[in-house]
């Protein structure tokens, strides 16, 4: 369940979160992937993105199995473990990096638990301020879930498309910082519509939360940006952003910068 005793890396992140909402500021919230294409870059890219106008920034962790992720992302996580990249070098390019945006690691929960119980600590005082985890659903690991949610780190929740209401209250009840919401079933990529139910959804899950809701998995065009920022409090832009990133830094710059001026202008 959520932490809760106040901690200063959560705070950060929830703090940045209420300011945004506050100004009616729709956040941007781009993904890359630590160690992709390579490390030294990886480092560029965070920087870079980090002033073209992100407001959170999700770094994933390279895992072997990333089964929610499709197949632009699961190469990007394969040639970061290709170049060494793990738990632990994740978290040196984090203090490398110091960027100005709050962090969310994106990870699995093989990589967290291989890390070692200090692993939300080591985050933490690395820089990082909250932690999504994709294959831990509420309920499926009450200890893991404890010790996640009394942790420093904000625990964000991902809520499915096709989750019942009171499924919806009971995810948003266990986290904190902000809700994932998944605009579409199946796995992360690149689209290039948005789903007609997703107005509906997002109405019920508003019902369910007072958290900033999020949305995600599809979004790679200001158009897209546009019509998903006039109903959520912010977009989450993942495979684009990656795909951006393999032809160079100054595209994925130019990509994040393109998404954040359409934001602004809603």
Do not use: C
């Not at 369940?1 to 200063?8: G, P, Y």
């Amino acid at each position: 369940m959520a932490s809760t005793s106040a901690t200063t890396s959560s705070d950060t992140l929830t703090r940045r979160l209420g300011a945004l909402r506050d100004a009616g500021r729709r956040a941007l919230v781009p993904y890359v992937t630590a160690g992709h294409p390579d490390p030294a870059t990886s480092v560029a890219l965070l920087r870079r993105i980090d002033a073209a106008g992100a407001d959170v920034i999700e770094l994933g962790i390279p895992f072997s199995d990333p089964m929610a992720d499709g197949p632009i992302i699961q190469e990007s996580s394969q040639r970061a473990l290709d170049h060494g990249m793990t738990f632990e070098r994740t978290l040196d390019l984090i203090r490398e990096a110091r960027v100005r945006a709050p962090i969310v690691l994106f990870t699995y929960l093989n990589p967290l638990l291989a890390a070692g119980p200090d692993a939300l600590d080591r985050a933490a005082a690395a820089g990082a301020h909250g932690v999504l985890v994709t294959d831990l659903p509420v309920g499926a690991d009450p200890v893991r879930e404890q010790w996640l949610g009394n942790g420093p780190l904000a625990f964000v929740r991902l809520v499915a498309p096709t989750t019942p209401l009171e499924r919806m209250r009971e995810i948003a009840a266990h986290g904190s910082g902000f809700v994932y919401l998944i605009s579409r079933r199946g796995v992360t990529g690149v689209r290039t519509d948005v789903p007609v139910e997703l107005p509906d959804t997002l109405a019920r899950l508003r019902q369910a939360t007072t958290l900033p809701v999020y949305v995600g998995f599809g979004i790679s065009t200001a158009e897209q940006a546009k019509a998903v920022g006039r109903l959520a409090d912010g977009i989450v832009v993942g495979s684009a952003i990656v795909q951006a990133a393999d032809k160079s830094v100054d595209a994925a710059t130019e990509l994040v910068s393109t998404l954040r001026r359409a934001l602004d202008a809603i």
